[in-house]
Nanobody, 115 residues
Framework: QVQLVESGGGLVQAGGSLRLSCAAS????????MGWYRQAPDKQRELVAH???????NYADSVKGRFTISRDNVKNTVSLQMLSLEPEDTAVYYC?????????WGQGTQVTVSS
């Protein structure tokens, strides 16, 4: 099992920035990919960004150039630096850890961007 605990999030004005962090514990040696997903009201959960153990990243088109994902394999953390936030970025953000035997999720953290 993998446990994920998120921190960060909150309320920010459009154009502002936030940083999300996620700490993994448990069977961390099994984690291959770590990432962030988000779910806005009445919408499906969608990928924001993910990063492999070797540092290869992938971003949703809507956040490219504004968000940066990073990972510390020693501290077992993954972070998401979000710049130039837009009201459309408002959602609950979930940390995800992908292993060979399944995906694990954090409890989610709310990000609200006011216009």
């Amino acid at each position: 099992q993998v446990q994920l605990v998120e921190s960060g999030g909150g309320l920010v004005q459009a154009g502002g920035s936030l940083r999300l962090s996620c700490a993994a514990s448990g069977a961390i040696y099994r984690i291959n990919v770590m990432g962030w997903y988000r779910q806005a009201p009445d919408k499906q959960r969608e990928l924001v960004a993910h990063i492999t153990r070797l540092g290869t990243t992938n971003y949703a088109d809507s956040v490219k150039g504004r968000f940066t994902i990073s990972r510390d394999n020693v501290k077992n953390t993954v972070s998401l630096q979000m710049l130039s936030l837009e009201p459309e970025d408002t959602a609950v953000y979930y940390c995800n850890a992908g292993t060979s035997y399944g995906n694990f999720w954090g409890q989610g953290t709310q990000v609200t961007v006011s216009s």
